[in-house]
C-alpha cells in the first residue's frame, strides 16, 4: 500500500486502483460522493482488475479524499491492494462514474452474499414504501452478490438480474448518486423485480405475489413441509416447535438424527431458546449471517418453553441463525418464532439450487414449494460458526465468506494451483499468486451428482477469478473419488497429497506461519504414508514435508466401513486388541440384549483375525468405541455422531476441579489406550454417570497430546504446535488442549477462518503442491 500523500497546496492528478472486494459492495457511489465533498474532478469505473480512480484537485483535498478511501470504505468492502501513481493533470471539469471496462486479467474479487440491511427491513415493512412486502428488496448494502454473478466486472448484465429491466423508479434510484441504490445491481421492485410463486408438489400454482404470504403460515401452521428456494439454493422448512412436522421431515429426507438448523424471528426469539452472548448476536446479525452453534436453554419444568428434542436429538447444542433475505423476514412476520431451515437435498445429495430440479429433486420430501423466478448461478450453503473465547471459528465456509480470499505467504509467479479437496466435507481451493479462493460448501463428492456439483462449481470459479490451473492436488487415498476427478482436470501436474499433512500446512498458511511445528492432527480416517488409517497424529513438518512422531496405536475395525457405521464394532476391536481375553468377556457383558449374540461373535472373530478388518490409529474410532462402551451411540447415523454426543456429555465445570484422566502407555511410537479402556470398565461397573467417565476420557486425550509434544518438543527444538482435524470442533478438548499447550509455554496455531475439519484441506493440499513446484519437484 502507498505511502500517505502529503499536502502541498496545488493542483494535482493521481490515478488509484483498488483491488480486493471491491466491486458490487457500493465503492463507486461511494468513491462519487466522497470526490464531490472534497470538489475532486475525475472518474471511476470497475475493471477486471478491479476499481480505478482518476482523481484530480488541489493537494491539500487529494490528501483527505485519499485518507478518507483508506480510513472509511464501503462496509462490506475489503481492500487488499491500494495502488497510486502521480500523473499530469488533465483538466477534469466534473466527476462521473464509467461503464465499466472488461479486460483479460481478472484481479477483481467478487463480493460474498450480504444479509438484508436494517434499511431494507424498515422498507418492506413501510406500507407507504414503494418495497413493502416485497421478498427481494435490496440495496448497495446487502443482497446476493456472488450467488447471482456469471463474470466480472460486476454488472448488472453479467447477473441473472439481467432477465430483469429497471422501471422508471428503479432506473432513477439506480442513477441518482445520492440514493442507497446508486449502482445496485440486483436492485428490483414489485413492479419489474423477481417474483416468488407458490406451488403444490406437482409443480401446480397455488398462490402469487399477492397472496403467497397467508398461505404459507396456514400451511406452515398445518404441519406442511415447505421447500424454499433461498439467496444460494432451497431450503426444507416446518414449524421448528411442531414434533411431528419434525418427524414426518426426518423420514422423508431419510434423516434419523442429525440436527436440524433453525432460523429465529429475532434477536429476542433466540435468547429465549438458547444461551447467546454478545459475540454470538454480533455474528448472528452480521452481513454472513451464519448459523452459529448455541447451547440450548434447559426449560423450567413443566414450562412447556423448550424446543422439541427432535431438532437436535441428543445434544445440548442447536445451530441457529437469524433471517438474512427479505423473504425470511416477511416469513417471520406471522405466527412464528422458529422454523426449520435444513440443507434442501437428500442426504449425501447437493443443495438443490434451481426450480424444474426442485420438483424433482425434493418432491418427495416438501409439501408444496415456495420458489421464484431469479435464477441462482453459484450454489451456496449456510455457512456453520462457533464463538469459542470470542474468537469465531468456521466448521463450513460458504455463503457470506465466498469467495472472499484467505491470504496466503506465496510470490506473485506462483502457478494456479488447485486443491481438489477431501471426499467429505468437500471444497476446492484455488492458489492465485498469494490469495488462496475457497469453494462454497460441495459437501460428498462420491456420487454422480456430487461430482457434476464439483465440476460445475469450479468452472464457474474458474471464470470468475480468470486462471485455469496449472497444477492439481488431491487426497493421496486410492479410492477416493477425489483422485479420480483431480485426473479429469486438465493440468500439466498432479500432485498426491497425504491427508494428514495437507491438515498440517493448512493450519500453518492459514496463521502465516514458515517453518516447521509439531502437528496435533486429530480425525477420523485419513490415508497413512504406510497403507494404514491414520487419525490421531503427533506429526512434525511444514508445507515441505512431514514426519510422524507419535500416534494411537493400530486396532482392527472389524468390517471396515461397517466399523465406522456401528460404532460397537470398533469397541470390539478395541477391547480384543488391549484387553485381550478380559476384553472378549466385557463385549459380551456390554452389548448383551444391545447386539445379537450372532454378530457379536463374528464381528469378535474378525478383530482376532483381522479377516476384513483394517488397521486404524483414528482418533474419531477412539471416541466411537468409547461412545459405544458407555451406550451413548451405538450407530453413527451421521458423520461423527457418537463423537458429538459424547463430547457434549462432558462436564465442562468439572475439568481440573478433582476429576482426573485415566492412565494409558507409551510403548515406541505408539500410544495405547489399554488401561485407559480398562478404568473406563470398571467406572462403568462402578455406576459412574456417563458425564463424568466422558470429562475423564477428555482429560485423558489431553493428556496423551501434551505429554507426547513434550516429548517431541525436546527432542526437536519446537515450540509451536498446530491443531486441526475434525476432532477439534470438540469445544471442551479444543479449549482445554490450548489452555493446557499455553501454559506450558507453547504458541499453539489453529483455525478460524478455515474450517479444522476436512472443509480446511484443499488449503494444505495447494500449499504442500506450491512448496513441491517451488523446489522443481512437480
Not at 502541498?8 to 488509484?16: A, L, N, P
Not at 433453525?262 to 448459523?291: F, H, W
Not at 465445570?653 to 489399554?674: F, K, N, Q
Request: include cysteine; aromatic fraction near 8%; proline fraction near 6%.
Amino acid at each position: 500500500m502507498a505511502t500517505r500523500v502529503e499536502p502541498e497546496g496545488k493542483i494535482v492528478h493521481y490515478r488509484i486502483m483498488l483491488q480486493g472486494v471491491v466491486q458490487g459492495v457500493g465503492f463507486r457511489p461511494f468513491v462519487y460522493n466522497l470526490a464531490r465533498s472534497w470538489g475532486i474532478k475525475g472518474s471511476v469505473l470497475n475493471s477486471s482488475r478491479g476499481v480505478i480512480i482518476q482523481a484530480e484537485g488541489e493537494k491539500k483535498n487529494m490528501i483527505n479524499f485519499i485518507n478518507s478511501l483508506k480510513e472509511h470504505p464501503p462496509s462490506l468492502s475489503v481492500i487488499s491492494n491500494f495502488q497510486i501513481s502521480q500523473e499530469q493533470p488533465r483538466g477534469y471539469t466534473a466527476f462521473k462514474i464509467l461503464s465499466s471496462r472488461p479486460g483479460a486479467e481478472k484481479d477483481a474479487l467478487v463480493p460474498p452474499d450480504a444479509a438484508t440491511c436494517p434499511a431494507c427491513v424498515k422498507e418492506i415493512f413501510d406500507p407507504q414504501d414503494r418495497h413493502h412486502a416485497y421478498p427481494f428488496t435490496n440495496c448497495t448494502n446487502c443482497g446476493p452478490r456472488f450467488t447471482i454473478i456469471n463474470e466480472i466486472p460486476y454488472d448488472r448484465p453479467k447477473t441473472s438480474m439481467a432477465a430483469f429491466d429497471m422501471c422508471a423508479d428503479c432506473d432513477r434510484e439506480y442513477h441518482e448518486p445520492g440514493d442507497r441504490r446508486f449502482h445496485a445491481q440486483p436492485a428490483a421492485c414489485p413492479a419489474c423485480g423477481p417474483q416468488p410463486e407458490l406451488v403444490d408438489s406437482n409443480g401446480e400454482k397455488l398462490a402469487g405475489q399477492d397472496n403467497w404470504l397467508e398461505q404459507c403460515w396456514d400451511m406452515l401452521q398445518a404441519g406442511k413441509i415447505f421447500a424454499l428456494k433461498s439467496l444460494g439454493g432451497f431450503h426444507l422448512t416446518c414449524d421448528a416447535t411442531n414434533p411431528e412436522a419434525l418427524a414426518t421431515l426426518r423420514r422423508r429426507k431419510g434423516r434419523d438424527a442429525k440436527p436440524f438448523a433453525v432460523m429465529c424471528r429475532d434477536a429476542a426469539a433466540v435468547q429465549k431458546y438458547c444461551e447467546v452472548g454478545e459475540n454470538e448476536l454480533t455474528l448472528l446479525s452480521s452481513p454472513q449471517a451464519p448459523i452459529v452453534i448455541l447451547r440450548k436453554k434447559c426449560p423450567a419444568a413443566g414450562s412447556g418453553r423448550g424446543l422439541p428434542e427432535g431438532l437436535a436429538p441428543g445434544l445440548k447444542t442447536l445451530g441457529v441463525m437469524l433471517p438474512y433475505t427479505p423473504l425470511h423476514h416477511l416469513l417471520f412476520s406471522g405466527p412464528f418464532e422458529v422454523l426449520v431451515m435444513t440443507s434442501g437435498n437428500y442426504s449425501t445429495l447437493p443443495l438443490v439450487k434451481d426450480n424444474h430440479r426442485a420438483l424433482s429433486g425434493l418432491g418427495g420430501i416438501a409439501d408444496c414449494f415456495l420458489w421464484h423466478d431469479r435464477d441462482i448461478v453459484n450454489r451456496c450453503d449456510d455457512s456453520l460458526a462457533r464463538v469459542i473465547d470470542g474468537e469465531t471459528h468456521i466448521y463450513r465456509r460458504s455463503r457470506g465468506y465466498v469467495p472472499h480470499p484467505v491470504a496466503v505467504s506465496c510470490g506473485r509467479d506462483t502457478p494456479v494451483i488447485l486443491g481438489v479437496g477431501g471426499e467429505m466435507k468437500n471444497s476446492f481451493c484455488l492458489l492465485k499468486q498469494n490469495q488462496a479462493f475457497f469453494s462454497a460448501h460441495i459437501g460428498e463428492i462420491d456420487s454422480l451428482e456430487g461430482e457434476e456439483n464439483l465440476f460445475t462449481s469450479l468452472l464457474n470459479f474458474q471464470k470468475l477469478i480468470g486462471v485455469v490451473p496449472e497444477i492439481v492436488a488431491y487426497d493421496a487415498h486410492p479410492g477416493y473419488a477425489s483422485a479420480r476427478v483431480a485426473r479429469r482436470i486438465p493440468a500439466r501436474s498432479y500432485v498426491a497429497v497425504q491427508h494428514h499433512h495437507a491438515h498440517l500446512a493448512s493450519c500453518l498458511a492459514e496463521n502465516r506461519q514458515a517453518g516447521e511445528a509439531i502437528g496435533v492432527i486429530l480425525d477420523g480416517t485419513g490415508y497413512g504414508s504406510d497403507g494404514h488409517l491414520w487419525g490421531f497424529e503427533i506429526l512434525t513438518g511444514s508445507d515441505k514435508n512431514f514426519s510422524r512422531r507419535y500416534h494411537l496405536a493400530y486396532v482392527p475395525l472389524p468390517g471396515g466401513e461397517m466399523a465406522i457405521r456401528y460404532t460397537w464394532r470398533s469397541a470390539v476391536g478395541y477391547l480384543i486388541t488391549f484387553l485381550g481375553d478380559d476384553g472378549k468377556k466385557h463385549a459380551g457383558s456390554v452389548f448383551k440384549g444391545k447386539v445379537s449374540p450372532t454378530d457379536l461373535n463374528l464381528v469378535i472373530k474378525m478383530a482376532e483375525t483381522g479377516f476384513n478388518s483394517p488397521l486404524s490409529s483414528g482418533c474419531g474410532r477412539l471416541f466411537d468405541a468409547v461412545s459405544a462402551i458407555l451406550g451413548v451411540c451405538l450407530e453413527n447415523t451421521y458423520e461423527g455422531q457418537a463423537a458429538v454426543e459424547l463430547g457434549e456429555a462432558v462436564r465442562e465445570s468439572a475439568a481440573g476441579g478433582g476429576v482426573y484422566p485415566y492412565s494409558y502407555d507409551l510403548a515406541g511410537e505408539e500410544i495405547r489406550p489399554g488401561p485407559t479402556l480398562a478404568g473406563i470398565l470398571a467406572d462403568r461397573l462402578a455406576g459412574e454417570p456417563v458425564e463424568l467417565v466422558s470429562t475423564r476420557f477428555h482429560l485423558t486425550i489431553i493428556s496423551m497430546i501434551v505429554e507426547t509434544v513434550e516429548r517431541v518438543s525436546a527432542a526437536t527444538g519446537l515450540r509451536n504446535v498446530v491443531l486441526s482435524g475434525g476432532v477439534w470442533q470438540n469445544r471442551f478438548l479444543f479449549r482445554a488442549a490450548k489452555e493446557a499447550l499455553s501454559a506450558r509455554g507453547f504458541k499453539v496455531l489453529y483455525h478460524r477462518q478455515v474450517p479444522a475439519n476436512d472443509g480446511g484441506i484443499a488449503l494444505g493440499q495447494v500449499m504442500i503442491a506450491h512448496r513441491r513446484w517451488q523446489g522443481k519437484c512437480v
